[in-house]
């Protein structure tokens, strides 16, 4: 099973950057996805019932925002 952490992000997106950040400092390598810069990633978001970013994804597991929920990723993603 795959360990690969994707962040849907925009550039202007605090709660992006501090979910990035997070990941970063438990040091949890992630792929960043720009919906403003390739409309295909808001796509993929939507897919997972979202509208908005920040959205995290680890094997088909997704959260939005910056919640409680996003320490089940980092959880996850460690084990």
Do not use: H, W
């Amino acid at each position: 099973m795959s360990k690969t952490v994707i962040v849907y992000t925009t550039n202007d997106c605090i709660e992006c950057t501090m979910v990035k950040r997070v990941l970063t400092e438990e040091g949890i390598p992630f792929e960043a996805r720009d919906i403003s810069k390739n409309p295909a990633f808001q796509k993929e978001v939507e897919k997972y019932g979202f509208l908005g970013v920040p959205v995290t994804v680890l094997n088909e597991r997704a959260v939005k925002g910056f919640t409680n929920e996003l320490k089940e990723i980092i959880e996850l993603a460690k084990s």
